[in-house]
T-cell receptor, first 110, second 117 residues
Framework: LAKTTQPISMDSYEGQEVNITCSHNNIATNDYITWYQQFPSQGPRFIIQGYKTKVTNEVASLFIPADRKSSTLSLPRVSLSDTAVYYCLVVNTGFQKLVFGTGTRLLVSP | GAVVSQHPSWVICKSGTSVKIECRSLDFQATTMFWYRQFPKQSLMLMATSNEGSKATYEQGVEKDKFLINHASLTLSTLTVTSAHPEDSSFYIC?????????????FGAGSRLTVL
């Protein structure tokens, strides 16, 4: 079971790029790294998933170094609506023990 | 695609009553669903893994007789909070696995807020 560690909170301003790093030192070969966004009183929403190197979609980029012991979610030009909690989740193909870490509470200010 | 519907979105009940929460995968079959609870300002806590056609697997510390999980079909899992008490008040969230092209992603429902008076 890969435990994840993230900063508890981060502050940013509109228009800035935000990078949130997650540590998962005991990630296994079959594990994928997935990031979710959660707004208050809503279920988490899938942002991006990757296995290695870099993945980019329309909302974010995910950077994963060669050793895969960490990953960085990059949000380009954040807006106020990006204020939310972001969770890093390590998922194996067997979908066992999907335990969430503390998440990172991002506050975007004007 | 890949929508998980959760119902009800909120419910208020009296202490001692039972409450059922439904989780449906609308456009895909989910052999496995997961139930979480979340207290204010805290992370999601995995309660149990629900497998279609078999008994759920509960996490340590979660009372299986208190939180009854039934996964009778590939698109529906239910969580019943029996004899609810105020300390059971929480935000309950279900999720289902969707897999495609080598990706393995959890899709979450919108959550159900339970308030026990």
């Amino acid at each position: 079971l890969a435990k994840t560690t993230q900063p508890i909170s981060m502050d940013s301003y509109e228009g800035q790029e935000v990078n949130i790093t997650c540590s998962h030192n005991n990630i296994a070969t079959n594990d994928y790294i997935t990031w979710y966004q959660q707004f208050p009183s809503q279920g988490p929403r899938f942002i991006i998933q990757g296995y290695k190197t870099k993945v980019t979609n329309e909302v974010a980029s995910l950077f994963i170094p060669a050793d895969r012991k960490s990953s960085t979610l990059s949000l380009p030009r954040v807006s106020l609506s990006d204020t939310a909690v972001y969770y890093c989740l390590v998922v194996n193909t067997g979908f066992q023990k999907l335990v969430f870490g503390t998440g990172t509470r991002l506050l975007v200010s004007p | 695609g890949a929508v998980v519907s959760q119902h009800p979105s909120w419910v208020i009940c009296k202490s001692g009553t039972s409450v059922k929460i439904e989780c449906r995968s609308l456009d895909f079959q989910a052999t496995t669903m997961f139930w979480y609870r979340q207290f204010p300002k805290q992370s999601l806590m995995l309660m149990a893994t629900s497998n279609e056609g078999s008994k759920a697997t509960y996490e340590q510390g979660v009372e299986k007789d208190k939180f009854l999980i039934n996964h009778a079909s590939l698109t529906l899992s239910t969580l019943t909070v029996t004899s609810a008490h105020p300390e059971d008040s929480s935000f309950y969230i279900c999720s289902a696995r969707r897999g495609f092209s080598g990706a393995n992603v959890l899709t979450f429902g919108a959550g159900s807020r339970l308030t026990v008076l």
